[in-house]
């Protein structure tokens, strides 16, 4: 009897424990972008069936100054473009050699023309690029499936005297997504590589959390991850660089940071046997709490 006693009470002290670990979040990177054409409806819709806590838009924009989602800053290798377009390459220098199409240099109504799911597969033709709005209205169907926005090439709209943070902050008031009771319907991350843009939606939306991209060794130090802490709550570092400074863990958690990585992807070879066995390296032996995924259908729930 004492011994059935004690079995009970160790069981109950490790089903305690067990509920005292924190959900890890399925962030479904530019929707199921391994299963369905990234950014696209198809993707966002295939990423929420799959159960992904937040679908991540990277946002753009137009020419008439609408945010669209779309990753990269050019139209030319997610969509038609250069059948639609043939004579509106843009003159702009970019890092990639060969013909580009930026898509600040279009409307919103001109990129709709555009198909942006034929390139992945067939079945898939007659997908379009969404808009943001069109995208919060998507997962708003959805209640309790958030959006964890990137502002992207901050560079590239400061020298054409766009201010992609400010068109961003005026959409979220204009939809409310600030509001703390809209947060616990659908709640809001914001993301980007850009400092400044991080320490400008700490003041203007406050109520929404900010992480901090990064690729660099020196950005996953005690010392900068005290520094972030003053603007940021969480930071979202490559994998490479939690797998070479796995303490870094720690040191954020310790100051209240959270930490999420990126990229897991099933067509990319690792020492893993799968990108399921990967992700769950990360996220239970190294104790991440979130990261972006390709592959929202791999995620190991525990």
């Not at 990423?47 to 937040?54: L, T």
């Not at 198909?115 to 169907?141: H, N």
């Not at 005297?161 to 616990?184: A, R």
Request: hydrophobic letters at 40%; aromatic letters at 8%; proline letters at 6%.
């Amino acid at each position: 009897m004492v011994r059935s006693s004690l079995v009970i009470s160790l069981l109950f002290v490790l089903a305690l424990s067990v509920q005292a670990q924190p959900r890890k979040i399925l962030i479904a990177h530019r929707g199921a972008s391994g299963l369905a054409p990234e950014h696209t409806v198809a993707a966002y819709k295939l990423a929420m069936e799959h159960k992904a806590d937040f679908v991540e838009p990277d946002l753009g924009v137009t020419k008439d100054n609408v945010l669209v989602c779309l990753h990269d800053d050019t139209l030319e290798r997610t969509t038609n473009v250069a059948e639609v377009f043939p004579n509106r390459v843009s003159k702009v220098e970019m890092r990639q050699p060969g013909p580009h199409w930026l898509a600040l240099d279009f409307t919103v109504a001109e990129i709709k023309r555009l198909d942006a799911g034929k390139w992945f597969k067939p079945e898939y033709a007659g997908q379009r690029v969404p808009t943001f709005q069109e995208m919060i209205e998507l997962v708003r169907s959805r209640p309790g499936t958030g959006i964890y926005p990137e502002l992207k090439s901050p560079e590239l709209y400061t020298s054409r005297n766009i201010d992609q943070v400010k068109l961003f902050v005026e959409q979220v008031k204009k939809n409310g997504l600030e509001k703390p009771e809209s947060l616990k319907v659908m709640p809001v991350i914001i993301q980007s590589f850009d400092e400044e843009a991080i320490r400008r939606v700490a003041r203007e939306l406050p109520t929404i959390p900010r992480v901090f991209l990064t690729s660099r060794d020196e950005d996953v130090t005690e010392a900068r991850l005290k520094e972030l802490k003053t603007f940021a709550t969480g930071i979202a570092p490559e994998k490479k660089l939690v797998a070479a400074h796995p303490e870094m863990v720690k040191l954020a958690h310790d100051l209240g940071l959270t930490v999420t990585c990126w990229t897991f992807r099933a067509d990319e070879k690792t020492s893993f046997a799968s990108v399921k066995d990967e992700m769950s390296n990360f996220l239970y032996t190294l104790g991440i709490d979130a990261l972006f995924t390709n592959n929202p259908d791999q995620f190991p729930r525990r």
